[in-house]
């Protein structure tokens, strides 16, 4: 067993590269109980129970190293989330060539940071036993997809994910950085709860397409963030409008405006918008995106524009 398969202990359950992981399987029964509570039993009831929720919720702990977490969220799927997250880590580098940048994939099931990254590998231990990031354009890198081999699904119950994001965010050496950005997996689960009570977080960006569709899920992502009490910077209207190549036209594919007439009822603010626009897609799935590769397109222009509200947004980071 290689070093940094040695790290990959779920549970007391080995992860096999390529063979997946044995995940051994239990049952259990419940048993439900109904009965009428008396006035003074229900209250006592209520009080129990915020003593155990109040127990039971994990202390925050600061990522060493790491002054500011910027997570990247979508209440959907396919909305462009990851692509952002790639783009606006490269933008804070950019903008700022003094401050050091992460990037945090904690998207368990379907990674995308090893591949938009051009990053393949897997991670060396330090001599404290934890993973080294790896590197491209600048930016520390660490994702599931560098622990399993590509086409490998992971199939995993509540349980096994949830230890692996403490891996993901407690035995990683980023050293020393200013900010790092958390590409989160879509929706409202385990994984969005377990980042935001374990860490704390600078601020939340919420991705979204100007659909109706997606909004109602961002609307969702949005809420969230706040029950928790995590800063919601604001929306990125993605996909916003599509520009024939050849005829100039432009076409609101998705819908137009979508995301801001959300971000009014919401009180928050648009940081920016992202075209629909095949360099962009070109760019992520070669390995190459965008803010890099092309930085002074309007594209990559957009993402630096959006890094910089997303930087005036953030409180003061953590010393």
């Not at 590269?17 to 048993?31: I, Y």
């Not at 660490?142 to 622990?147: A, D, E, H, N, T």
């Not at 050293?175 to 939340?204: E, F, H, K, R, W």
């Not at 409008?241 to 801001?260: L, S």
Request: proline share 6%; net charge positive.
């Amino acid at each position: 067993m290689g070093c940094w398969q040695r790290l990959l202990i779920f549970g007391g359950v080995s992860l096999r590269v390529g063979g997946g992981a044995s995940v051994p399987l239990g049952g259990s029964r419940v048993l439900v109980c109904r009965r009428q509570l008396s006035g003074a039993d229900s209250e006592t009831l209520k009080q129990r129970r915020a003593q155990i929720m109040s127990r039971g919720l994990p202390k925050q702990k600061p990522i060493e190293g790491v002054k500011q977490v910027i997570v990247v969220a979508s209440g959907k799927g396919g909305v462009g989330k990851s692509t952002t997250a790639v783009n606006l880590a490269l933008a804070l580098a950019a903008n700022d060539s003094s401050k050091a940048v992460g990037l945090l994939d904690v998207d368990v099931y379907g990674p995308s940071i090893p591949k938009m990254m051009n990053l393949k590998g897997n991670p060396e231990l330090s001599q404290s036993n934890l993973m080294r990031p790896l590197l491209n354009y600048g930016i520390a890198c660490m994702s599931m997809g560098f622990l399993v081999e590509e086409t490998a699904p992971v199939v995993w119950r509540g349980l096994m994910v949830m230890s692996a994001i403490e891996k993901l965010l407690r035995q990683v050496d980023w050293g020393q950085l200013d900010y790092l950005v958390v590409d989160m997996p879509p929706g409202t689960g385990d994984v969005q709860l377990s980042v935001s009570q374990n860490i704390p977080i600078s601020g939340a960006v919420i991705v979204s397409t100007p659909q109706d569709i997606a909004l109602m899920d961002a609307r969702k992502g949005a809420e969230m963030f706040r029950k928790v009490h995590v800063p919601v910077l604001g929306l990125v209207q993605n996909m916003s409008v599509f520009q024939c190549p050849k005829c100039k036209h432009k076409t609101h594919i998705f819908g137009a405006d979508g995301a801001r007439r959300l971000a009014r009822t919401l009180d928050l603010d648009v940081l920016g918008d992202i075209p629909l626009h095949l360099n962009i897609r070109e760019t992520s799935d070669t390995g190459q995106p965008i803010v890099f590769s092309q930085p002074e397109s309007d594209e990559a222009k957009a993402y630096l524009r959006i890094a910089a509200e997303v930087v005036k947004r953030l409180p003061p980071p953590l010393e």
